[in-house]
């Protein structure tokens, strides 16, 4: 029997959030779903405070979101047209866009690390959509991130090892990371249980 002190990691409930996430949902309501997480990732990215190499900003609010709420595939969708937008505006944190600023930034790395947290967060939640599930979905999605943050900000920045790399791209951002994992899934959780569909 398990442990009843052993935290559930998924919900029996169906939810009408849910439809972000279904392959029958609308293509209208994709659609909606994709480009408004891409615009949210933009607005994240312009509220940011540069302490080191690699600023503070709001950004991964809405990575993480556009996994657990529309789920792997157009989380990841979401997070590519963000992309793709950065490559003729100035959406991303920096000052500068295009293939140029990607090349010499050193943030760029995380840029990458986006489409793929969202799918890691996205995959993970079908099958772990609890509260608690939710944040061991995000944690993974973070590893994923932060790893591809970290290897492209060690040459870009040519920090002389990689424990510098560690510090400066990952370690210093953690308790900010764990308090934007708990806050989105928190909101994710009570959004599903605010909309579940009665039995």
Not at 43 to 67: D, I, K, N
Not at 163 to 176: A, E, H, Q
Request: glycine share 12%; charged share 10%; hydrophobic share 50%.
């Amino acid at each position: 029997m398990q442990n009843q002190l052993t935290p559930s990691l998924r919900t029996r409930f169906a939810s009408n959030v849910d439809i972000l996430r279904g392959a029958d949902a609308s293509a209208l309501v994709q659609v909606i779903g994709i480009v408004g997480f891409a615009a949210l990732t933009a607005l994240g990215a312009q509220l940011r405070v540069a302490v080191w190499e690699v600023p503070f900003t709001l950004q991964t609010l809405a990575v993480y979101g556009s996994g657990l709420f529309l789920g792997w595939r157009n989380g990841m969708l979401a997070q590519m047209l963000y992309l793709t937008a950065g490559l003729f505006m100035p959406v991303f944190a920096g000052d500068g866009h295009g293939l140029t600023y990607l090349s010499g930034a050193v943030s760029t790395g995380y840029l990458i690390g986006y489409p793929l947290a969202a799918v890691v967060g996205g995959w993970l939640s079908s099958r772990w959509n609890f509260g608690f599930g939710s944040i061991v979905s995000l944690l993974a999605a973070s590893a994923v991130l932060f790893t591809c943050g970290v290897i492209w900000l060690h040459y870009a920045a040519g920090h002389a090892t990689w424990f510098d790399s560690i510090d400066r791209g990952w370690l210093r951002f953690i308790p900010i990371d764990m308090l934007k994992i708990v806050a989105v899934a928190s909101l994710y959780a009570g959004t599903r249980r605010i909309t579940r569909k009665d039995a």
